[in-house]
């Protein structure tokens, strides 16, 4: 059996995933653009962590520019979520593509998906 060993990262390794807070009236939206897997939770996790620190109103995932959403991601945004509910606050997800559906559903958060109306607001 043959063991392959992966190069490390370059010097200039990059995350493939960038996030913008912004507030849209009471709540503030996150929006994800590129792959949240684990290569990226550290990336993910400041962000979640930056908007528990503001502390007030409820919370939206934007998913629009999502590439690609992996078990280990949504296990975070599910200890987000609980971390929310412990501060009367809300968490839902906007515009998931059908596979970041799935893995919500996986996770147990899909319940938290804004109707497609919702997400004009």
Do not use: N, W, Y
């Amino acid at each position: 059996m043959a063991i392959s060993e992966l190069p490390p990262f370059a010097s200039g390794f990059r995350p493939s995933l960038s996030t913008e807070l912004c507030a849209q009236g009471a709540r503030t939206v996150i929006v994800l653009r590129g792959e949240a897997d684990v290569s990226t939770t550290a990336v993910l996790s400041d962000a979640l962590s930056r908007v528990i620190a503001i502390d007030a109103g409820d919370v939206v995932i934007d998913l629009a520019a999502l590439a690609f959403l992996d078990s280990c991601s949504g296990r975070l945004f599910a200890g987000f979520a609980d971390l929310l509910a412990h501060d009367d606050r809300v968490l839902t997800f906007r515009s998931p593509s059908r596979l970041a559906g799935r893995v919500l559903d996986l996770v147990g958060l899909a319940a938290l998906i804004e109707a497609p109306e919702q997400a004009r607001r």
